[in-house]
């Protein structure tokens, strides 16, 4: 078990990205949160089995959405967990 917190910046707002994170954390079986934080990038939280994880990661570094220009993160991984039970977002 693992959680990692990827930063998208840039070009990252209005391009689906909130979405398509969500529904690729939903897919593994991820729980956490994807949201707009205060400095207008959108954030991610994620947790669960190792390979989940490893898995989002891959989908992160291969760009999450096509309409994005770039595709500029920052990674932190992390061993421990912080008990996230759902994958909430500030989307519908």
């Known amino acids: 078990m693992k959680r ?3 930063i998208f910046s840039g070009d990252a707002t209005g391009t689906g990205h909130r979405f398509f994170v969500k529904q690729k954390a939903l897919e593994l079986g991820l729980k956490g949160y994807c949201v707009l ?3 207008n990038n959108i ?3 994620i947790e669960g089995t ?3 994880v490893d898995e989002f990661i891959q989908f992160v570094q291969q760009g999450v959405s096509l309409q994005a220009q770039s595709n500029r993160f920052t ?4 061993d421990d967990l912080k008990g996230y039970k759902t994958m909430k977002t500030d989307i519908i």
């Open 4 to 6: 990692a917190r990827v």
């Open 37 to 39: 934080n205060e400095q």
């Open 43 to 45: 954030e991610a939280e």
């Open 50 to 52: 190792t390979p989940a």
């Open 75 to 78: 990674l932190e991984v992390f």
